[in-house]
C-alpha cells in the first residue's frame, strides 16, 4: 500500500513561482503530478519513472520541472512563470510497476489528496 501526501500548494501571483512536495511511503515504480481545475478534465502534468525519464505536458514544458529524492522518497514539481491558467488542484500519483502514459490518470494506482494552486 503506498501514501502520497501533498504540500507546497499556495497563492501567487502571476509569473511567480512555487514547489509542490509529495512524501510518498511505500515502493513505487513511476510518480507523476496531475492537475484538475473546476469544471474541468484531470490533466496530466509532469511524471518521472525508476530511470529517471521525465515526461511533461506540452502546456508546462519549459516551466515546471519534475524532479524526486529516493532518499527521501519525496517527489517534487518546480512550477515557473506561473499563469492564471494554472490554477488548480494538484495531485500526486504513483504507479507500482511498468510504464505510464500521462494523459492517463487510470495508469496510476494511488492518489494523494492535492493541494491548491491559484495564480491571479
Known amino acids: 500500500h503506498v501514501q502520497l501526501v501533498e504540500s507546497g500548494g499556495g497563492s501567487v501571483q502571476a509569473g511567480g513561482s512555487l514547489r509542490l512536495s509529495c512524501a510518498a511511503s511505500?515502493?513505487?515504480?513511476?510518480l507523476g503530478w496531475f492537475r484538475q481545475a473546476p469544471g474541468k478534465e484531470r490533466e496530466g502534468v509532469a511524471g518521472i519513472d525508476n530511470r529517471g525519464n521525465r515526461k511533461y505536458a506540452d502546456s508546462v514544458k519549459d516551466r515546471f520541472s519534475i524532479s524526486k529524492d529516493n532518499n527521501k522518497n519525496t517527489l517534487y514539481l518546480e512550477m515557473g512563470d506561473l499563469k492564471p491558467e494554472d490554477t488548480a488542484m494538484y495531485y500526486c500519483a504513483a504507479k507500482l510497476t511498468g510504464g505510464y502514459c500521462l494523459t492517463a490518470s487510470s495508469d496510476f494506482d494511488y492518489w494523494g489528496r492535492g493541494t491548491q494552486v491559484t495564480v491571479s
Open positions: 511505500g515502493n513505487t515504480y513511476s
